[in-house]
């Protein structure tokens, strides 16, 4: 924890703060020597490294999430001969890798807090890359379409149960490595990643149906669909196995050993507590009288160190930490319902800027889709994501996260007042800043919140926790989003949409700013007035 001497907002490396001669090392296992003259966005070749590591999760979360779009589009032809899914088992395919995502984020959180972080983290890796393989195991050749539908999205939960558990895992170990000045730095250009892995995804399933344009388009084979959508989702395996053993071999962080001595010594310090004011009277059983003994010795009375969940429960009890994590939950899960209502229903949007693959033939149809997901990509995620990555520091996430809420809310009113009579140029520029201001706004804040407002040993609990609500809002907006929009159209859940955005920047103000806030300082501060 920083020494009261660090300027605020600075973190000076470990043996600084135990004022020991130690030569200092580069390697991951250490906080990384950061330019005090230079930007926090200029990174060393540690940081890189480290973002190498932990944002190819980030990149795999996006790619595996969004181009389920394409993918059911796909399905359409090889299943049902262009015709529309059934909407139970669209919005279960749609949904399943987020309803697999709030399992692996709280569980994978958990367990990086109560086993550390080294014995859990590239576990979520390995599970992607298994559920991966077995979604291209499909057997659409042999099941029925309905059931060819249900085998993909079972594993496809399995998925999502890995890319859910990178989210706290990726965040934590990043957050316990940063130097405090550039945190939220480091973790934005995690989030990043998921503009990436979005445009990434789009570019793949373009130069595949391409290679498959003579095939699918002039000799009519339409069925060949099937080789494309495995092609695409089969090249998320080459970013995956390639960062698998970098994690496993991963040390442990400084902070985190810290964070588990100082529980250590509380303990102790409870031991020795009791043993000054407890007096033990010891009765001797009618069994050992009779065998004699000449004295009974009284065993010292143990006290076991309390299973993680129970502390969590303990440190969250106070209102002054609970109003926090009600404030990452809710903000997340306000945040997702509209963003991924939007964006993994994107036929709405495509149909409006004339890529919705209405016209020609099948493959010319798949083509203009794959298009248009990649012109949504390249107008808004990426540019929002960079402007954040630049501008967190000295903005603070505070300010993004409103400013963002309350952008969205605006162009969602602009797109739901104007629905009907906005002509296509409008719309795409309409839409396009509603994707910049969620990326430069509560979309990558509310992944860095959790990860630098906890202490490091709740860290990964709370940041699981909150990502878990996320994906709720996820999971709601992919089930009710097609059947909504049939009943009351689609301008009523665009306010909808706004509706939440508004709620999202009132439970922001729960939220203290947290540049410069070292949480494990805080919670030693806490410590000394008990």
Known sequence: MASSAVPEGKLAPPQEIENKPVRFRSGLEEYERSGEGRPPFILTYTEIKLLGIAGVGFFLDAYDLFIINPVATMLQYRLYGGATMPANLQGLLKAAANIGSVIGQFGFGYCADAYGRKAIYGKELMLIILATILCLTTPTGSLSPNGSLIY??????????GVGGDYPMSASVTSDRAVIRKRGTLLAYIFANQGWGSFVGALATIIVLACYKHVMNDEGETSKVD???RIVVGLSLIPAFGTLYQRL???ESTRFKKSQQVEEEELDDLKNAKAATDIEITIPSPSSSRLGDKATQA???KIDKKAHFQEFARY???WRHAKILIGTCTCWFLLDVAFYGINLNQNVVLQEIGFDGSTGTPWE??????TGNIIITALGFVPGYYVTVLTIEKLGRKFIQFQGFLMAALFLAILAGKFNSMNNASFIVCFAFLQFFFNFGANATTYCYPAEVFPTRYRASAHGLSAACGKAGAIISALVFNTLTETIGTPAVLWIFFGCCIAGAGFTLLLPEVAGRDPDAVLAE???ER
Do not use: A, D
């Open 152 to 161: 993909l999205s079972i594993f496809r939960i399995l998925l999502g149960v």
């Open 227 to 229: 080789g494309v959508w």
């Open 249 to 251: 071999t991963l040390p």
């Open 299 to 301: 065993e010292p009375t």
């Open 316 to 318: 969250f009890s106070e």
């Open 365 to 370: 149809k798949l083509f203009k889709v794959s």
């Open 526 to 528: 806490e410590l000394k």
